[in-house]
């Protein structure tokens, strides 16, 4: 049965499961505990150019919107540009009310995960950054130790977590340990290609046009996602159009107020009656305050304050 001999190209196979592997990046996911690692350089520059820096330090902004693909937004000051999200930060007199949206300290880092034995991208705050930075910088440690290939040491970072942490917050440590992990043996064949790849691994700059709207969204509490912007808009018209429906038979009737169904759902508060135009009319339009989610100007204010320029 010579024509049933299977003729399977495992090398192929291989060497394809090995591009899959590494076609995404894994990530150095950070467990309650000890983290062995080995580090690596952060480009190969540092064989050719020289280089000075292990990590790729970028900025970035959380808190802006809740919503999927703008949960963090990358900062352009990465790349010494200016931010129109800094700017606004910069700006506004209520400190308290920006310092969620101020841009934060990220830190990309190659590293090879001593548990599952692959390499990886590691993304981490300043805390860890700080740590490596003291091994960097002490003539016991230094590059070789840290990111010589043959000659990189063992580290490991310690994550006490919240709960079990004096301060309330997760706490992480860097230590170093003396046992030499050479790497030569141990890197995928592309690992050359892997480790350059690693700038790349920060997401996109959005243009200054594009960031500047975010702002504006935030600031009128609007979302960035068009379909969700026209669905809470809806909302909106339906419930200004009961409201307003309303105003109309009480002017005709008189009658004791009674809500619509919708709107007795929807509604935290009862509504006000409201026969003079707000003196915050067009100028304070914020939909997640309580203020204008009972205001029956709800929607016309909204129009004035997004026309305003
Ligand atoms: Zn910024």
């Known amino acids: 049965m010579g024509s049933f001999e299977l003729k399977v190209d495992l090398d192929k ?56 693909g703008y949960r963090m937004i990358v900062c352009p000051t990465t790349y010494k540009d200016t931010c129109p999200i800094c700017e606004y930060v910069s700006q506004e007199v209520d400190k308290e009310k920006v310092g969620r949206i101020r841009r934060q300290e990220r830190f990309l880092y190659n590293v090879f995960d001593l548990v599952d034995e692959t390499l990886k991208v590691m993304e981490t705050g300043p805390q860890i950054y700080d740590g490596f930075t003291r091994y960097w910088l002490d003539s016991e440690w230094g590059p070789p130790k840290m990111v010589g290939i043959d000659t990189g040491c063992m580290f490991k970072i310690v994550l006490v977590p919240a709960e079990k942490s004096s301060t309330g917050w ?61 669905k809470r808009e809806e909302v909106f018209e339906e419930r200004a159009r009961e409201l307003e429906e309303l105003a109309k038979q009480q002017v005709k009737g008189n009658q004791q107020l009674v809500l619509p169904k919708t709107v007795q759902v929807k509604q935290e508060a009862p509504v006000q009656q409201q ?21 029956v100007y709800w929607t016309k204010c909204r129009d004035a304050f997004i026309s305003a320029e």
């Open 275 to 295: 026969s003079k135009v707000p003196d915050c009319f067009g100028l304070n339009f914020a939909p997640r305050d309580q203020r204008c989610k009972v205001c």
């Open 170 to 230: 997760n706490h992480y440590d860097v230590v170093a340990t003396p046992k030499v992990v050479d790497l030569t043996s141990k890197l995928p064949e592309n690992w050359v290609e892997i480790v350059d790849s690693l700038e790349s691994k920060i997401s996109l700059v959005r243009s200054k046009e594009e960031l500047s709207k975010l702002v504006e969204y935030y600031v009128k509490g609007i979302s960035p996602v068009i379909e969700e912007t026209k």
């Open 13 to 68: 196979f291989r060497q394809e499961e090995q591009e899959r592997k590494y076609s995404y990046s894994a990530f150095f996911e950070i467990k309650p505990g000890e983290n062995p690692l080995r580090l690596l350089p952060r480009s190969m520059k540092i064989f050719t150019e020289g280089d000075y820096l292990f990590a790729h330090r970028y900025f970035v902004h959380y808190n802006m919107f809740d919503v999927q």
